[in-house]
């Protein structure tokens, strides 16, 4: 059974930086793409970050490029998301995602349950 | 606001079929065949309904479908039931710069 994991959340100043991870089972972790992806209270998906098999290719979105690295750890059958400058509108329930594929954008067939970020002073 | 526009909201009776549009661009939905679409209720995480436009997931009722029309994709609901009740949202790939987007969401609400 595919589970993902996600931890790392919390309340964070704005500013501050927090490191999200994802713990990954029940697939063979280093054979498929994986994403980010959050969603404000009461608001709609975004995608955030993706990351193919082997870090070889990598993409985000434009609102979190340039304060946010994704990266892996196959094995660690881990994912994480560095997330740097926080701002308000970065509190969001965060999830990781997994790709059907191996270097692919979408879709995103398993999801976590997701860990919640607040950004707020 | 969202780059793919989808209705807010739509209702439908138990039995009855509904379609939910999603509208793009020629930058994304027009061109790739890679549209997905997914289900979430309250409180819980998206799940995969459709992909590639028109794919099922094992598992997925054969009563979803998609399809697709130039800039605008569609997820049809046929026989609607108590437990289709929920959020959801249409995803695109949208090139080597964008990467992918959603649409805003449509709450389902079957009377």
């Known amino acids: 059974e595919v589970q993902l994991v996600e931890s790392g959340g919390g309340l964070v100043q704005p500013g501050r930086s927090l490191r999200l991870s994802c713990a990954a089972s029940?697939?063979?972790?280093?054979?498929?793409?994986m994403h980010w992806v959050r969603q404000a209270p009461g608001k709609g998906l975004e995608w955030v970050s993706g990351?193919?098999?082997?870090?070889?290719?990598?993409g985000y979105a434009d609102s979190v490029k340039g304060r946010f690295t994704i990266s892996r750890d196959n094995a660690k059958n881990s994912l994480y998301l560095q997330m740097n400058s926080l701002r308000a509108e970065d509190t969001a329930l965060y999830y990781c995602?997994?790709?059907?594929?191996?270097?692919?954008?979408?879709?995103?067939?398993?999801w976590g349950q997701g860990t919640l970020v607040t950004v707020s002073s | 606001q969202s780059a793919l526009t989808q209705p807010a909201s739509v209702s439908g009776s138990p039995g009855q079929s509904i379609t939910i549009s999603c509208t793009g661009t020629?930058?994304?939905?027009?061109?790739?065949?890679?549209v997905s679409w997914y289900q979430q209720h309250p409180g819980k995480a998206p799940k995969l309904m459709i992909y590639?436009?028109?794919k099922r997931p094992s598992g997925v009722s054969n009563r979803f479908s998609g399809s697709k029309s130039g800039n605008t994709a569609s997820l049809t609901i046929s026989g609607l039931q108590a437990e289709d009740e929920a959020d959801y949202y249409c995803?695109?790939?949208?090139?080597?710069?964008?990467?992918?987007?959603f649409g805003g969401g449509t709450k389902l609400t079957v009377l």
């Open positions: 029940g697939f063979t972790f280093d054979d498929y793409a």
């Open positions: 995803c695109s790939y949208a090139g080597s710069s964008t990467y992918v987007v």
């Open positions: 020629s930058s994304d939905v027009g061109s790739y065949n890679l």
């Open positions: 590639e436009g028109s």
């Open positions: 995602a997994k790709d059907p594929h191996s270097s692919g954008w979408t879709p995103f067939d398993y």
């Open positions: 990351i193919s098999w082997n870090s070889g290719s990598i």
